[in-house]
């Protein structure tokens, strides 16, 4: 990203939108896409309740164990290449997916794998709500920005993902969407979805990012 550089205008805006100039603010979406120089917390992507459907070659075990938190591992890994942050036009980024790390190795391997192409579609937003109201953000307040997997389809090539903008310190859900990815090129279990996970985050970046910031501050 360009290095910023502040006048004094811009300084005490930075230290209002940093995690302790935003202690005991309200936060909201509006706030969230006005200012670019809100500071976002990625947390990674939350498997705990994804379906795999039509896949009867992959071992759920091995998923379970090494591949959720691999493809997460990648996203960090290769952040050029997995732009969230371009994405999400932030100039201030820090990340921190121990927590969606925990929660992918308690996934049931029994409950992964499925051949109902329903599945897809099978959850609501009260469900990633849910989902929040559990988590443990540990230190960490203002926005967090997390993904929720709800189906990953081999024989469609396609994965339904929610987006999710986090108040940490309330564990309110500011703003959601469910997106739908296709697959891409990729070798091996872990490339192939992720792939997938990138035409999300290319299609956030150049197409609906400003229609949901423009949809936002028009409310």
Request: glycine share 6%; charged share 25%.
């Amino acid at each position: 990203m360009k290095k910023l550089i502040y006048t004094l205008g811009w300084v005490a805006a930075f230290f209002f939108f940093t995690p302790a100039g935003m202690k005991g603010q309200s936060l909201s979406a509006e706030k969230f896409f006005k200012y670019d120089s809100i500071p976002l917390l990625y947390l990674g992507i939350d498997f705990s309740k994804a379906k795999l459907i039509n896949d009867d070659i992959s071992k759920a075990t091995v998923i379970q164990e090494r591949q959720f938190n691999g493809i997460n591992d990648l996203m960090i890994k290769e952040f050029k290449k997995y732009d969230f942050q371009q994405a999400f036009r932030r100039i201030n980024w820090e990340v921190d997916i121990s927590e969606v790390e925990k929660r992918n190795q308690l996934v049931n391997p029994d409950l992964l794998k499925s051949s109902n192409d329903s599945d897809m579609h099978w959850m609501r937003k009260q469900d990633v709500d849910t989902l929040v109201s559990s988590y443990q953000f540990g230190n960490h307040i203002g926005y967090g920005l997390l993904l929720v997997v709800e189906g990953m389809d081999k024989s469609s090539k396609l994965i339904t993902v929610w987006y999710a903008l986090i108040d940490m310190g309330t564990k309110k859900i500011l703003f959601i969407k469910l997106l739908q990815g296709k697959v891409g090129s990729g070798f091996g279990f872990r490339n192939y979805w992720a792939s997938a996970i990138k035409s999300t985050i290319t299609y956030i970046k150049f197409r609906t990012y400003d229609e949901w910031k423009d949809g936002t501050l028009k409310k």
